[in-house]
């Protein structure tokens, strides 16, 4: 809601493709991330996946992830975000995050503040999370 809302509001078209099943069948792989979207326009594979980790799930992910193709993946962990952005197809300087860099800002959406934006997600009440959030915008 947060990330729509703010995608909006700067006026970047996005395509929420919500929890949708991506598969590589040439690759043999498939990942189910918990929101995603597509930036600019409607494409095969996502921009971003969004991943939230309550009980299981690990950077293990990001390996399935690349081999689909997508550039950007953000994992929810212990009350906070971690951003990834691919960086190599075949694994050199990146190994560890199976081709992925480990960043402090979205390169699709560079000027959102992520710690506002963790704030808020932990905001209960949906109408003051939304108020909150778009305190911190102005």
Same mark, same amino acid.
């Given at each position: ?6 995608? %909006?509001?700067?006026?970047?078209? *996005? $395509?929420?493709? +919500? ?17 995603? %979207? ?13 991943? #939230? ?26 009350? +906070? ?21 480990? $960043?402090?800002?979205?390169?699709? @959406?560079?000027?959102?503040? $992520?710690? @506002?934006?963790?704030?808020? #997600?932990? $905001?209960?009440?949906?109408?003051? *999370? ?9």
């Amino acid at each position: 809601m947060l990330l729509e809302h703010y995608m %909006y509001r700067k006026r970047i078209n *996005c $395509i929420p493709m +919500g929890s949708t099943t991506f598969r590589n069948k040439a690759k043999k792989t498939g990942a189910e991330p918990d929101e995603c %979207y597509c930036i600019g326009e409607e494409k095969s594979v996502p921009d971003i996946a969004i991943e #939230v980790n309550i009980t299981s799930g690990n950077i293990d992910k990001l390996e399935i992830y690349r081999r689909l193709g997508v550039k950007e993946v953000w994992m929810w962990k212990s009350n +906070g975000l971690s951003l990834y952005h691919l960086r190599e197809e075949t694994l050199k300087q990146f190994v560890d995050t199976y081709g992925y860099e480990r $960043i402090t800002a979205s390169e699709f @959406l560079p000027e959102l503040d $992520i710690s @506002l934006l963790e704030r808020c #997600v932990l $905001i209960t009440n949906s109408l003051q *999370c939304i108020d909150e959030f778009e305190q911190g915008l102005n």
